[in-house]
């Protein structure tokens, strides 16, 4: 699986070069959350409560538990990738198109990369956990970096 390749392997998701249309809409999106985290080890629980308590506030709890793994795992991910690019991550999430998107922001420019995790290994499976959970993914170029994004259909 890479990026792109989509849910559980059901065709592919959008990969973006630029933010795109989907990435624009959900900045200027009614139900509309940035937050900047500091790229230390705590972004991830600080990422979780955020997106607690915005999804409370937009009446979408039914989706809290699959948007905090997500939200957990882009935000490790770009903490532990992309620290030396930058001080900080950011947060998006948004209403969109049918879909709740979370857009992870952070300083590296390179995409994320699926490695093939040993049986044993305490990492290494984010990205399918993404693949599995999510109705798209994918990422784009955002400024000097990139965006890593997911969508979770709000029907269902």
Same mark, same amino acid.
């Given at each position: 699986?890479?990026?792109?390749?989509?849910?559980?392997? +059901?065709?592919?998701?959008?990969?973006?070069?630029?933010?795109?249309?989907?990435?624009?809409?959900?900045?200027?999106?009614?139900?509309?959350? %940035?937050?900047?985290?500091?790229?230390?080890?705590?972004?991830? +629980?600080?990422?979780?409560?955020?997106? +607690?308590?915005? $999804?409370?506030?937009?009446?979408?709890?039914?989706?809290?538990?699959?948007?905090? $793994?997500?939200?957990?795992?882009?935000?490790?991910?770009?903490?532990?990738?992309?620290?030396?690019?930058?001080?900080?991550?950011?947060?998006?999430?948004?209403?969109?198109?049918?879909?709740?998107?979370?857009?992870?922001?952070?300083?590296?420019?390179?995409?994320?990369?699926?490695?093939?995790?040993?049986?044993?290994?305490?990492?290494?499976?984010?990205?399918?956990?993404?693949?599995?959970?999510?109705?798209? %993914?994918?990422?784009?170029?955002?400024? +000097?970096?990139?965006?890593? %994004?997911?969508? $979770?259909?709000?029907?269902?």
């Amino acid at each position: 699986m890479r990026p792109g390749d989509g849910p559980a392997g +059901r065709g592919p998701a959008v990969l973006c070069a630029a933010p795109g249309r989907r990435a624009a809409a959900c900045a200027a999106a009614p139900q509309s959350h %940035w937050a900047e985290l500091p790229a230390r080890t705590r972004a991830a +629980r600080q990422a979780r409560q955020v997106t +607690r308590e915005v $999804l409370g506030a937009w009446r979408l709890g039914r989706l809290e538990d699959a948007a905090q $793994l997500i939200v957990s795992e882009l935000v490790s991910n770009a903490v532990r990738h992309a620290r030396p690019h930058g001080p900080a991550v950011g947060l998006r999430l948004c209403v969109t198109g049918g879909a709740l998107r979370i857009e992870v922001h952070d300083g590296d420019p390179r995409p994320p990369r699926p490695q093939a995790a040993a049986p044993l290994a305490e990492s290494g499976r984010g990205l399918l956990i993404l693949d599995a959970l999510t109705s798209a %993914w994918g990422a784009a170029a955002a400024g +000097r970096g990139k965006a890593v %994004w997911a969508e $979770l259909a709000l029907g269902g």
